[in-house]
């Protein structure tokens, strides 16, 4: 079955960096696009950006645009995200999910099917 | 690149039938019909419910379905069950790799 296995919880100081792993299984890992997704205390979902299948590729959203890296190890199935320069307002539990994706001449179809548990991290003095 | 704009909440009695909106703009639910929602419980992770506006994954009850028109998409659940009281979310494709997410609705079942 699948599987998304995430780190676990870490505190950083403001300005430090964090880097969350998310170990995958039972399926074919090269085949799939990863993203990562946030949620702060209390708030809804942030998509945060994605690594195309091959690990070629990256897009983040704009306001994590610099400060965010996310890479892939196809050796492991192994997706990482990286976030530097923190500040308390990236307290948050950070998801990595797998997107299925179908794509036609004219229009692409995609969806978020698996989901690691969370990892929550704490930025804090 | 805004959130989806859901009602930050939602109520009915065991057995109604409630409906959750999504609306976004001409960017995202107006270019992609790519849109998929996600049911949350307290301290858990998200779990789809629907995708390609309408279709449910095996093992996800037909008390859920979804709709769309225009730039809004919608999620139905009915027969309203306690167990169903949780956080909804939207999600659509906008373009160029990118996403969104709703703002989230809770529902309560009272």
């Known amino acids: 079955q699948v599987q998304l296995v995430q780190s676990g919880a870490e505190v950083k100081k403001p300005g430090a960096s964090v880097k969350v792993s998310c170990k995958t299984s039972g399926y074919t890992f090269t085949h799939f696009d990863m993203h990562w997704v946030r949620q702060a205390p209390g708030q809804g979902l942030e998509w945060m950006g994605i690594?195309?299948?091959?690990?070629?590729?990256?897009t983040y959203a704009q306001k994590f645009q610099g400060r965010i890296t996310v890479t892939r190890d196809s050796s492991t199935s192994t997706v990482y995200m990286d976030l530097s320069s923190l500040r308390s307002e990236d307290t948050a539990v950070y998801y990595c999910t797998r997107s299925f994706s179908f794509i036609v001449v004219d229009a692409s179809y995609h969806h978020f099917d698996y989901w690691g548990q969370g990892t929550l991290v704490t930025v804090a003095s | 690149q805004s959130a989806l704009t859901q009602p930050a909440s939602v109520s009915g009695s065991p057995g109604q039938s409630i409906t959750i909106s999504c609306t976004g703009t001409r960017s995202d639910l107006g270019t992609f019909a790519s849109v998929s929602w996600y049911q949350q419980h307290p301290g858990r992770a998200p779990q789809l419910l629907i995708y390609?506006?309408?279709t449910r994954p095996s093992g996800v009850s037909d008390r859920f379905s979804g709709s769309m028109s225009g730039i809004t998409a919608s999620l139905t659940i009915s027969g309203l069950q306690t167990e169903d009281e949780a956080d909804y979310y939207c999600?659509?494709?906008?373009?160029?790799?990118?996403?969104?997410f709703g703002t989230g609705t809770k529902v309560t079942v009272l």
């Open positions: 999600s659509s494709y906008s373009g160029g790799d990118t996403f969104v």
């Open positions: 690594i195309n299948h091959s690990g070629d590729r990256t």
């Open positions: 390609d506006v309408t």
